[in-house]
């Protein structure tokens, strides 16, 4: 970005560009810069062409935002990231500098990347800004929205978003809202609100957010706060509303019990996860490194299409926001700004290859850096994206073996008991000839004439029975496998022969046979400790295929 000669001093002209020439090798001076003196330009310099200016230039990447944000993991990891592109340079504006300095001596940048969050100068920033005119990620204007419930729901309202009933009890203005309560609901302004219902203070700032219950369910409030420990509410017996300050009342969703998180990198892209909503006994889900339980989420069509409709109106290029499921739809209760997701290398690269292609696309023609955009291509079929135009993906066909798995085994036998015919009558056996039992009900059958069979064998030895009998009691032992039958591991075909079975050499008797059955019995072909191993590992490889994880070359480098 250029520095307007109008709004400062020769001396701060000056001082401006060497804090500016120690990040950059090279200061170009664009036809609608002003012109810095002569001496300010290396000897080595004053004869290059604009090739050579721009050789080794970078896009100056500004983080203004309190340092328990900026410091904080997820955004170490995702700047890391950044750093890999060849023209980008980030740097981070202390917080010492933020709070106590004029923006006057902030750090020059091209992109600023600034968000609020609590005592964070906001209005610093918009100066700063309005300043320095560098590229803006998220909107600062809308964070003052995003501060305010009341403008948030106004905002999704005018989008066409979902949210839940509400009614805004403003005691502040000048002419304050009218709240009614009753013993099991509240009416706010003729809006009435059975319970449970939600009572959120109107600053976004402010999350003592409580829930009422009605005295069908034992009363009280359920009270909800930023996590302590690992609690995130507490139950209450107080039933009765808050009488000071200004609250938003919203009608209660029935969810499943979760609340999902979704996170934007921009109007094409949202992660989303879901966790133990706080609302349930308070207790926060950890794992053994203590952080919090996420559950992975997939989002519906109309879920993505909302989160893009957030990104856009709020501004946010980074957004966070909350979604409930219940009644067969989703709705928004909740827009939290800039947010990142902890704990996902797949985010991080993601998020950074998305900020990094985004901010150099809108940049480098600015600065005659020579980026060429990645993935640019002229064939259909071609979408707009944040990469800019790109081929859009249809699908993805894998071909892939299984893995290591036992042996498949097979056994077959003659059987002509009355209650094998039953069985083989009973599925339609008759029709086709043939009928092939796979159910757990119909597995268990057989298994119980087997077992049936050799209970007579043991007890009524002098009984004839044509079945075999070591046979008979393989296909028990088989069948009895795990103690219950489950999936596709086992199953059974029985065959229709008419004249019993055929002759096995021509030196046995050619006498008529009586109808008989072939039973045939087979199992095996299960997934082997190893096979399992093989399939955990490539499904984390198929996960970070797109958009431009390194699974795919690890993929493609393995044998097959």
Request: hydrophobic content about 35%; glycine content about 6%.
């Amino acid at each position: 970005m250029g520095v307007q000669s109008s709004s400062m001093s020769y001396t701060e002209l000056e001082q401006g560009y060497q804090g500016l020439k120690q990040s950059r090798p090279y200061f170009y001076i664009g036809e609608d810069e002003c012109s810095l003196p002569h001496k300010m330009i290396k000897d080595s310099e004053k004869n290059t062409d604009d090739d050579d200016l721009s050789e080794g230039k970078q896009v100056i990447v500004g983080i203004c935002a309190m340092s328990k944000k900026s410091q904080s993991k997820p955004m170490k990891e995702i700047l890391t990231r950044l750093e890999e592109f060849e023209y980008l340079k980030t740097i981070v504006f202390p917080e010492d500098v933020i709070l106590n300095e004029p923006v006057e001596k902030w750090p020059l940048c091209d992109c600023l990347i600034s968000f609020h969050s609590k005592g964070f100068p906001l209005a610093k920033a918009v100066e700063y800004a309005n300043l320095r005119k560098p590229f803006i990620i998220n909107d600062l204007f809308m964070q003052y929205d995003i501060q305010d419930r009341r403008k948030v729901y106004s905002i999704l309202q005018s989008e066409g978003i979902e949210l839940p009933r509400y009614a805004v009890l403003d005691r502040e203005s000048n002419h304050p809202s009218e709240l009614v309560e009753g013993e099991d609901h509240v009416e706010v302004d003729g809006v009435i609100f059975n319970k449970p219902f939600v009572e959120k203070p109107i600053s976004a700032e402010d999350h003592n957010i409580y829930i009422y219950y009605p005295t069908s369910a034992g009363g009280g409030s359920q009270r909800l706060f930023r996590k302590i420990g690992s609690r995130s509410s507490v139950y209450s017996p107080e039933s009765r509303v808050r009488k000071t300050g200004s609250f938003i009342y919203e009608e209660f969703m029935p969810t499943d019990g979760t609340d999902v998180k979704v996170y934007t990198v921009g109007p094409d892209y949202a992660h989303a996860e879901a966790r133990k909503s706080p609302a349930l006994d308070g207790k926060v889900e950890r794992d053994k490194e203590g952080k919090e339980v996420r559950y992975p989420v997939i989002l519906s069509n109309a879920e993505k299409l909302i989160a893009r409709k957030v990104c856009l109106a709020f501004k946010q290029t980074v957004c966070g926001f909350d979604l409930l499921r219940a009644n067969g739809k989703s709705y928004v209760c909740d827009v939290n700004g800039f947010s990142f997701v902890k704990n996902s290398m797949k985010y991080y690269d993601d998020c950074s290859k998305i900020l990094g292609n985004m901010i150099l696309r809108e940049l480098t023609p600015q600065l005659h850096i020579p980026w060429s955009m990645p993935f640019q291509l002229d064939d259909p079929p071609i979408v707009p994206t944040t990469f800019g135009k790109m081929m859009e993906l249809r699908c993805v066909i894998a071909v892939i073996r299984h893995g290591d798995r036992t042996p498949k085994q097979k056994m077959k036998m003659e059987v002509k008991h009355e209650k094998f015919f039953e069985i083989f009558e009973k599925y339609g056996g008759y029709k086709d000839g043939h009928v092939k039992l796979k159910k757990p009900k119909q597995l268990q059958e057989i298994l119980d004439i087997s077992r049936f069979l050799l209970n007579e064998i043991e007890l009524k030895p002098e009984l004839e029975i044509e079945e075999n009998k070591a046979k008979l009691e393989q296909l028990k032992a088989v069948l009895e496998m795990y103690g219950h039958f489950s999936g596709i591991n086992r199953k059974v075909q029985l065959k229709y022969q008419p004249h019993g079975r055929p002759r096995r050499s021509s030196s046995e008797e050619d006498t008529p046979r009586e109808p008989s059955l072939v039973l045939i019995l087979k199992w095996g072909g299960e997934l082997t400790p190893a096979g399992r191993v093989q399939a955990e590992e490539l499904g984390r490889v198929f996960r970070c295929m797109y958009p431009g994880g390194q699974g795919m070359l690890y993929l493609l480098g393995r044998r097959q």
